[in-house]
């Protein structure tokens, strides 16, 4: 963030309002539109990893034409729906399956795209399992399907063995143990996936300490300061949203510049720094409504900061920065 934007989002935050970018700067919160964490630089991941995989192609009739899935015959559309790939799709294994559900998801070719991805997450594929469970979670060229979702996610973690697995495949599973851990704090309705806090505690504290992910580390900082399946504790919960906060998780900037600047949950008032990781919040928040609590905390904040504050949140800024170029 540069020094003018940092100087405008402290002393104007109303009409800086429209300039914020709608990019986001992490996962979201618990049970948000974006919950599973990392999406785009998981699909960033996928697509390179497709891209790198040079070896063989799968066998396939040319198609009669590009099929949407909304403009696919009903019985090409009902075996998509079942989980069968159509008989025109032959693949030489999962792994050049996988290029072809990649291929056909970009094109907008969904049944094409969901067949050959099945295929390919059961041969064991990590990266078609993991794009079908968010094709699924959020009704992506899909019916939206949170317990079909929960599955793909699921075998991810069960199939997950840290001393053979792909490195390149971090981002994707650190994802599904983020997603799994969701959906067993929150449950899923009318389905066998029922509230499991301790579940949820066990996936984000794999993925927080194993894989540094972010998106975990906000979560479980969340559990502790709510007490949400687990006693209540602030002291656990900071070190968590530090960690988050530091890889610009903005949700998790934006609660721990709360709880520094206003010293919640009994900790002690820092608020020159608090203002900081409020202000860099306020800047990766988007223009959506699940982000106006963050615009509403900055605001109050500046509202409430002296001269004093202000001129020193510049200072943490300068610091923050040097940090993180080094």
């Known amino acids: ?50 891209a790198s995989e040079a070896s063989g192609q799968e066998t396939r009739r040319p198609p009669n034409g590009a099929q949407t899935a909304s403009a696919a015959p009903a019985a090409a559309g009902g075996l998509a729906a079942a989980g069968v790939v159509a008989p025109d799709a032959i693949f030489r294994d999962p792994r050049a399956a996988l290029r072809r559900g990649m291929e056909g998801y970009r094109a907008g070719d969904f049944v094409a795209s969901v067949s050959a991805l099945k ?30 979702a929960f599955q793909y996610f699921s075998q991810i973690v ?26 067993s704090l929150n449950g899923i309705a009318n389905t066998s996936v029922k509230r499991n806090p301790q579940r949820a505690l066990e996936m984000f504290h794999y993925a927080a300490t194993n894989f540094g992910d972010a998106s975990a580390q906000y979560n479980l900082a969340r559990m502790y300061l709510d007490g949400n399946g687990v006693p209540r504790n ?3 919960a900071v070190p968590w949203l530090n960690y988050a906060a530091d890889k610009n998780h903005a949700e998790a900037q934006a609660l721990l510049g709360d709880i520094l600047f206003s010293g919640a949950a009994g900790m002690p008032i820092r608020r020159s720094l ?20 963050i615009v509403d905390l900055h ?28």
């Open 1 to 50: 963030m540069s020094a003018r934007v940092f100087d405008k989002l402290l002393s104007a935050p109303a009409a800086s309002a429209a300039r914020r970018s709608s990019l986001l700067g992490g996962a979201s919160s618990l049970g948000g539109a974006s919950r599973f964490g990392g999406a785009l630089a998981c699909s960033l991941v996928a697509l390179a990893l497709v």
């Open 119 to 148: 295929y390919a997450a059961d041969g064991g594929q990590p990266l078609a399992r993991w794009k079908l469970g968010q094709m699924y979670a959020h009704g992506d060229g899909v019916p939206h399907d949170d317990y079909k």
């Open 158 to 183: 069960s199939a997950y063995d840290e001393d053979t697995a792909d490195p390149r495949e971090t981002q994707v599973v650190s994802s599904a143990f983020v997603s799994v851990g969701v959906y």
């Open 234 to 236: 602030a002291r656990q």
């Open 274 to 293: 608090g203002l900081m990781y409020l202000t860099l919040a306020r800047e990766a928040a988007s223009d959506e409504a699940r982000h106006r609590w």
């Open 299 to 326: 605001e109050k904040a500046v509202s409430l900061a002296s001269d004093a504050d202000k001129q020193m949140a510049h200072v943490e800024l300068g610091h923050h920065l040097n940090r993180r170029a080094r």
